[in-house]
């Protein structure tokens, strides 16, 4: 067992706080290498608080990070808005919004103004007695209701007036 002593004065290198200078150095830092010399200008401390105006840039602008307009508007939507078909009284080949198919338009007729409008012309005339009812039996008279054969949906309507 060795004795502490030995231990302790092993030189570690590792100083546990910095060593602070002697008075030597720390003397000539502060007052010079000759000391009242220049004290005759100096009423006070050399290193009094000389006050340094510094100009704050407090209100300093910072640009706010504006939205950038974006270059490119919105062009591109998807857009559903099919093509205008023009319903007659015929069938015609199209694309069902429904069931997505090529179909021909099944043609439904029914009564529409033109038909009432020729029931009551023929009334007037005189056709009281049913043939004021033969518009409602002209397709020609009717309008025409096109719908799908495959999915019954109603595609669109021709009227005649
Ligand atoms: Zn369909």
């Given at each position: 067992m060795q004795a502490p002593g030995s231990y302790q004065?092993?030189?570690?290198?590792?100083?546990?706080?910095?060593?602070?200078?002697?008075?030597?150095?720390?003397?000539?830092?502060?007052?010079?290498?000759a000391p009242g010399t220049d004290m005759k200008n100096m009423g006070g401390?050399?290193?009094?608080?000389?006050?340094?105006?510094?100009p704050v840039y407090s209100s300093q602008p910072t640009p706010m990070p504006m939205p950038v307009p974006m270059a490119n508007p919105v062009t591109v939507?998807?857009?559903?808005?099919?093509?205008?078909?023009?319903?007659y009284d015929r069938p015609i080949q199209?694309?069902?919004?429904?069931?997505h198919e090529m179909i021909v338009t099944r043609l439904i007729y029914n009564a529409g103004a033109l038909t009432w409008l020729s029931c009551g012309g023929l009334?007037?005339?005189?056709?009281?007695?049913?043939?004021?009812?033969?518009?409602?039996?002209?397709?020609?008279?009717?309008?025409?209701?096109?719908?799908?054969?495959?999915?019954?949906a109603l595609l669109g309507t021709y009227k005649r007036l």
């Amino acid at each position: 067992m060795q004795a502490p002593g030995s231990y302790q004065s092993i030189p570690t290198g590792y100083p546990a706080a910095p060593v602070p200078p002697s008075y030597e150095e720390a003397t000539v830092a502060q007052y010079g290498p000759a000391p009242g010399t220049d004290m005759k200008n100096m009423g006070g401390p050399a290193y009094s608080s000389q006050p340094t105006p510094m100009p704050v840039y407090s209100s300093q602008p910072t640009p706010m990070p504006m939205p950038v307009p974006m270059a490119n508007p919105v062009t591109v939507q998807t857009v559903y808005v099919q093509q205008p078909i023009s319903f007659y009284d015929r069938p015609i080949q199209m694309a069902c919004p429904s069931c997505h198919e090529m179909i021909v338009t099944r043609l439904i007729y029914n009564a529409g103004a033109l038909t009432w409008l020729s029931c009551g012309g023929l009334f007037i005339l005189g056709c009281a007695f049913g043939c004021c009812l033969i518009p409602f039996c002209v397709d020609a008279l009717q309008d025409v209701d096109h719908y799908c054969p495959k999915c019954k949906a109603l595609l669109g309507t021709y009227k005649r007036l």
